[in-house]
Antibody
Framework: EVQLVESGGGAVRPGGSLRLSCAAS????????MNWVRQAPGKGLEWVSG????????DYADSVKGRFTISRDNSKNSLYLQMNSLRAEDTALYYC??????????????WGQGTRVTVSS | DIQMTQSPSSLSASAGDRVTITCRAS??????LNWYQQKPGKAPNLLIY???SLQSGVSSRFSGSGSGTDFALTISSLQPEDFATYFC?????????FGGGTKVEIE
């Protein structure tokens, strides 16, 4: 059974940093591209970042470019999101999602349950 | 970036109704359009991929159509478990983008 379990969320002050993790199981992790998607309270879905199966290419939403870094450790079946210079508008539930293929440009067939990030002074 | 516009943003319907939600892309995305269902407090769930392909395990009352810039999700006969929010997503080019969502409520 495919499982994606996010962790690392919490409350942080504006300008602070957090590192989110997503532990994957039930599939061959390094066969798939991976993504982070967020959802602000009461709002829609926003794609944040995606990474290729081997980690050598990634992309970001304009809203986080230069502040967030996606990475993966295939030996640990884990995906990460390093979030720096956090802003109030980054407050959201952050989901880890698997792309159906080796890149991130594909539909998301599995999602985690999310980890909550709150940025507030 | 490709903008995705869903309509309506919300609708009220009764069980048994046929419901159609539309999604328009700001430029052609060929058939790279997916639909997700999200229930309160839950992660999104894939319904339709590549415009019209039904994800395994999803009821056949869900169907998708369209290509280029205009797409639709149709629920042939609304069931109580279908009351949820629906999102379209383009995977034609990065950055990936979602529509704003359509909340389907009980009339």
């Amino acid at each position: 059974e495919v499982q994606l379990v996010e962790s690392g969320g919490g409350a942080v002050r504006p300008g602070g940093s957090l590192r989110l993790s997503c532990a994957a199981s039930g599939f061959t992790f390094d066969d798939y591209g991976m993504n982070w998607v967020r959802q602000a309270p009461g709002k829609g879905l926003e794609w944040v970042s995606g990474i290729k199966w081997n980690g050598d290419r990634a992309d970001y939403a304009d809203s986080v470019k230069g502040r967030f870094t996606i990475s993966r450790d295939n030996s640990k079946n884990s995906l990460y999101l390093q979030m720096n210079s956090l802003r109030a508008e980054d407050t959201a539930l952050y989901y880890c999602a698997r792309s159906h293929s080796s890149g991130w440009l594909d539909y998301f067939d599995y999602w985690g349950q999310g980890t909550r990030v709150t940025v507030s002074s | 970036d490709i903008q995705m516009t869903q309509s309506p943003s919300s609708l009220s319907a009764s069980a048994g109704d046929r419901v159609t939600i539309t999604c328009r892309a700001s430029q052609s995305i060929s058939g790279y359009l997916n639909w997700y269902q999200q229930k309160p407090g839950k992660a999104p769930n894939l319904l339709i991929y590549a415009s019209s392909s039904l994800q395994s395990g999803v009821s056949s009352r869900f169907s998708g159509s369209g290509s280029g810039t205009d797409f639709a999700l149709t629920i042939s006969s609304l069931q109580p478990e279908d009351f949820a929010t629906y999102f379209c997503q383009q995977t034609y080019s990065s950055p990936l983008t979602f529509g704003g969502g359509t909340k389907v409520e009980i009339e």
